[in-house]
């Protein structure tokens, strides 16, 4: 069984400043994990994926992700916040189901408030 | 190229009434999710299906609860007799049929809808 836990339920910071949003995994397998970003009222957005490539990847919008196994994690970063970042973030690791869906199982989610 | 269509964006029903979702994947894709959000929750898995199938229906509700994705048209999510606890946000995703696992595996998600049951 696959498992997501995203550590902080919120996360605040202020606009210019360094964010961290963290992501912990738990897999059965070698997993693929994605990054998605939820404005108000709005779908969701990937923002980025690992999919056993490179262990540092980049996203949109200048996020990126750092996969390291031995901690199982894959936590979310970016270098200086902006206004427009202000949203909810989920980690999600995808699962192969017996079936032969790929369900996605999500993180409870991160609500990033960017202070001006 | 317009991405997953969701309609309608909000929806109201009275307990006892049917609600159905409808959802136009990605140009291209032919594998549709859809996936139900409480509030404050992320998103739980409840359908997967390509054209006139039902691949994988381990995460819906053994009752009331249907879909469909025909040869033709949207796939549509449909609840019948609808209670409060249906309200929620369903979000449909797609993703190619073709590709490697990594593509096949990435989904995009529509705006959802919003459903409201009074």
């Known amino acids: 069984a696959q498992s997501v836990t995203q550590l902080d339920s919120h996360v605040s910071v202020s606009e210019g400043t360094p964010v961290l949003l963290r992501c912990n995994y738990s897999?059965?397998?070698?997993?693929?994990l994605f990054w998605y970003v939820q404005h108000p009222n709005k779908g969701l957005q990937l923002l980025l994926k690992?999919?056993?490539?490179?262990?540092l990847v980049k996203g949109i919008n200048g996020f990126e992700a750092e996969f390291k196994k031995s901690e199982t994690s894959f936590h979310l970063t970016k270098p200086s916040a902006h206004m427009s970042d202000a949203a909810e973030y989920f980690c999600?690791?995808?699962?192969?189901?017996?079936?032969?869906?790929?369900?996605?199982?999500f993180g409870k989610g991160t609500k990033l408030s960017v202070i001006p | 190229n317009a991405g997953v269509m969701q309609n309608p964006r909000h929806l109201v029903r009275r307990r006892g009434q049917e609600a159905r979702l409808r959802c136009s994947p990605m140009?291209?894709?032919?594998?549709v999710y859809w996936y139900r959000q409480l509030p404050e929750e992320g998103l739980k898995f409840m359908v997967y299906?390509?054209?006139?199938?039902?691949?994988?229906e381990s995460g819906m509700p053994k009752e009331r609860f249907s879909a469909e994705f025909p040869k033709e048209g949207p796939s549509i999510l449909r609840i019948q007799q609808v209670v409060r606890g249906d309200s929620a946000a369903y979000f449909c995703?797609?993703?190619?049929?073709?590709?490697?696992?990594?593509?096949?595996?990435?989904?995009?998600f529509g705006p959802g809808t919003r459903l409201l049951v009074l």
């Open positions: 995703a797609s993703s190619p049929r073709t590709g490697g696992p990594a593509d096949q595996e990435t989904q995009y």
């Open positions: 897999s059965s397998y070698s997993p693929s």
């Open positions: 690992y999919t056993s490539a490179a262990t």
């Open positions: 999600v690791v995808t699962f192969r189901s017996g079936a032969g869906s790929y369900q996605l199982t």
């Open positions: 140009k291209g894709h032919s594998h």
């Open positions: 299906l390509q054209k006139e199938n039902i691949i994988d």
